[in-house]
């Protein structure tokens, strides 16, 4: 009941701006040109520190679902936020959560953070956003999880998606089930897409990979993985159609006309931010 009862306040709390601005909302352009997903040449090593490239985005890995998405213009949004994102004063712009596990939401985020983001409203509900800041738009698809007494909570998490730079950024959060043609179609294109790779916390492995290659995204960046074994294996089941990029580090630069014309699986090394 606390935790509902939180839900439903961080909810009101987070759309209230996306209800006033409803009826003069950016179209995604993601869903809207789905189906023309330019690639051209590759990617780049970048610090989180330095300026971001024009007209690119940052990534950066920071632990298990949470990543740094940070734009040219200075804003910066974390996935999958718990709370903690290192040894850093930075306070994000956006964070989002999903609630099937503590490991990916906190009761408590920080009150400087200007917009937060939960994945679920009231339950069985959902929730929507549509967070338009100008430089990136924040948008979601409610998808379902299994609840903690074995049933299912319909609409219970999100998987959002971060249009910037003309590119189209998903994150599948803690996803328990195949999107339907419904969610499909409402994600549209994803240029990068970051795919949970437990192998059964969230989705059986062979699902996950279905999924993977429904969506065609040119990057895909694993997360959510415990182990070399279930990274490997999912390496392994997607390694005759995708080209394996494993980096040193935790970080990369990407811009829409630096997406590899051969879709690729990019492994970065999780990392929490240090000033």
Avoid at 27 to 47: M, T, V
Avoid at 59 to 70: E, G, M, N, P, T
Avoid at 222 to 241: C, K, Q, T
Wanted: hydrophobic residues 40%; aromatic residues 8%; glycine residues 8%.
């Amino acid at each position: 009941m606390l935790r509902h009862a939180l839900a439903l306040g961080l909810a009101l709390f987070a759309t209230a701006p996306a209800l006033q601005a409803q009826q003069a909302r950016q179209p995604s352009h993601c869903i809207a040109i789905a189906d023309a997903a330019p690639g051209l040449q590759y990617l780049h090593k970048a610090a989180w520190t330095d300026p971001v490239p024009e007209y690119s985005v940052r990534i950066r890995y920071l632990s298990h679902a949470s990543f740094l998405i940070q734009t040219r213009g200075g804003l910066e949004a974390v996935t999958d936020y718990t709370g903690f994102i290192g040894n850093t004063d930075l306070v994000p712009d956006i964070v989002t959560m999903n609630h099937a596990h503590s490991s990916h939401w906190t009761s408590t985020p920080d009150p400087a953070i200007p917009h937060v983001l939960p994945g679920w409203g009231p339950f069985g509900e959902g929730i929507e956003h549509h967070l338009d800041l100008g430089e990136m738009l924040v948008r979601n698809v409610s998808t379902d999880i299994r609840s903690a007494m074995g049933g299912t909570e319909e609409r219970g998490n999100s998987i959002f998606v971060f249009e910037v730079e003309g590119l189209c950024i998903g994150h599948l959060g803690h996803l328990h089930h195949e999107p339907n043609d419904a969610q499909y179609a409402a994600l549209g294109r994803l240029d990068v897409l970051m795919v949970p790779v437990d192998g059964g916390y969230t989705m059986a492995l062979d699902t996950m990979i279905d999924v993977v290659d429904r969506v065609k995204s040119s990057i895909i960046i694993p997360m959510h993985w415990f182990s070399g074994y279930s990274l490997n294996a999912f390496i392994e089941g997607v390694s005759d159609r995708f080209l394996i990029d494993r980096r040193a580090g935790p970080e990369m630069v990407v811009s829409l006309r630096d997406l590899p014309s051969r879709p690729t699986v990019v492994v970065l090394q999780p990392m929490p931010l240090r000033e």
